[in-house]
């Protein structure tokens, strides 16, 4: 029998309706649109509206149409890896809440949480569901609503993120397609850096908490891009070295969206032209874990069975990796 490997057979996505431009921003802190493109590349970003919801239900339209597509029964799938850093609750966990939105009444899950980096780490693990050959079905979903976390007084961080949804199917392929390789790391050490204040088991909420307005997403704008832009090029290159690539070989590099001149820079370490690289910042900014599977729902047409693809991400905390695949359709 052939080896195993875990092939993504479906992918769909979701952005919320509501559009925050940089015009509107800018009556909102001090900024313009000059200041934020050019240091972003963000032009908009879409914020989920209403009350009561959260970041599953970013994902139920988005699985909701993927499941269709596939043609395919919610009831079908083994597993759900749920890749968020904004879940619906400290607990249960959203997985769990999601399954059940969608009736995947047979499936079992949890959430992955590893910031920015969270959708490559939850392909990876899916991955290796299937290739033991235990599961048939397993998806993996990254969504956010960050409009939760940001402090929209900061200029430093409430230019940047914005809500969505994503999802991968995850199948068994028999030809060789699908997940090939990955190089996933962490350090702890960068937590000073981009994390949330308050709102743990180190520092439960309070009246002072609050007030001091510690539940938002807190970053160092510098040292954070200093390490991303150099860790996640690495990481790209190093998968591309330890699998004999060369930029020729390469189809496309789906980058997280953090920062245009971060894609660059990673594009530039890989030794690809700009014709290759996948870029929809300007539309959703930083959707945290929305943002390459977001990539792969809008240019799916674009890809050809056998396409090699690169991902790579970095979050806070810090987080970072690689995942190498070939298209399988």
Not at 96 to 116: T, Y
Not at 184 to 205: N, Q, R
Request: one cysteine or more; hydrophobic letters at 40%.
């Amino acid at each position: 029998m052939s080896k195993i490997t875990a092939a993504i057979t479906a992918v769909h996505g979701y952005a919320p309706d509501y559009v925050l431009t940089n015009e509107e921003l800018s009556q909102m802190v001090e900024t313009n649109d000059e200041w934020i493109t050019t240091r972003t590349g963000i032009k908009e970003r879409r914020i989920l509206k209403g009350e009561g919801l959260g970041s599953s239900d970013l994902a139920v339209p988005a699985v909701n149409e993927l499941l269709r597509k596939r043609g395919i029964g919610a009831e079908e799938i083994d597993m759900i890896i749920f890749c968020t850093t904004t879940p619906d609750m400290p607990f249960p966990a959203t997985a769990n809440l999601f399954a059940h939105k969608i009736g995947a009444v047979n499936a079992w899950g949890f959430d992955l949480q590893a910031a920015c980096s969270g959708f490559v780490f939850g392909l990876a693990t899916g991955a290796q569901f299937i290739e033991t050959g235990k599961h048939k079905k397993v998806l993996v979903v990254g969504a956010d609503k960050m409009s939760s976390i940001v402090d929209y007084q900061d200029r430093a961080t409430c230019i940047i993120f914005g809500d969505g949804c994503g999802a991968a199917l995850l199948e068994p392929n028999y030809e060789g397609l699908g997940v090939v390789d990955s190089i996933l790391k962490s350090d702890g050490a960068g937590i000073p850096f981009l994390h949330m204040k308050a709102g743990g088991s180190v520092k439960p909420a309070s009246h002072e908490t609050i007030d001091a307005r510690e539940h938002y997403a807190y970053q160092e704008g510098k040292t954070v891009f200093k390490f991303a832009v150099t860790n996640m090029a690495n990481v790209a290159a190093e998968i591309m070295e330890r699998n004999n690539l060369q930029g020729d070989d390469i189809a496309w590099l789906v980058p997280h969206q953090a920062n245009k001149r971060i894609i660059d820079a990673t594009a530039s370490r890989m030794n690809i032209g700009e014709d290759k690289v996948i870029v929809n910042i300007e539309r959703y900014g930083n959707t945290t874990n929305a943002t390459i599977p977001l990539c792969l729902w809008e240019w799916e047409d674009k890809f050809k069975k056998g396409d090699n693809i690169i991902m790579a991400a970095f979050g806070g905390g810090f987080t970072w990796g690689s995942l190498y695949l070939k298209w399988a359709y």
